[in-house]
């Protein structure tokens, strides 16, 4: 007799069984968009605000100045005040993480960005913004 009288195996994703216990992702995957610090731990500012009228999803992008602690009469430094991005018109091509000229925004390997409500799929800065505690080396 054949197999449809067989009871159904279903693998526990991602804990599931075998050597690779589940998901794999390549090192070039594109996953969910990651905003980097720099070394102090404050967000890098990424240079897109020229660009982000030709990139095809939606990116909602207004600079700020965040002043130097202890003096305010030396130079300011440049970052991103409001950084959103519209999930639902994202097709993860790549095109502003290759512009973006300080690094400041890469490709993460999230991938589980299903939801059943459109809005969720809007992305904030504090939603990318990598924890500082992936700056500090492990021990």
């Known amino acids: 007799m054949g197999r449809c009288w067989e009871p159904t195996l279903v693998e526990n994703y991602p804990d599931g069984k075998g050597p ?75 095109y502003c993480v290759e512009a973006c000229p300080t690094d400041a925004i890469t490709h993460g390997h999230g991938f589980e960005l299903a939801t059943l409500n459109a809005t969720n799929l809007v992305m904030r800065k504090e939603d990318m913004l990598l924890p500082v505690a992936a700056l500090t080396p492990a021990k």
Request: with cysteine; aromatic share 10%; proline share 4%.
């Open 20 to 94: 690779l216990r589940g998901a794999v992702l390549e090192q070039r995957y594109r996953g969910a968009h990651v905003l980097q610090r720099d070394e102090n731990g404050l967000e890098k500012w990424c240079g897109l605000l020229p660009l982000r009228r030709r990139l095809p999803f939606e990116l909602h992008l207004h600079r700020g100045r965040r002043e130097h602690r202890g003096s305010p009469h030396l130079s300011s430094e440049r970052y991103a005040k409001v950084y959103n991005i519209d999930y639902n018109r994202c097709i993860f091509c790549g």
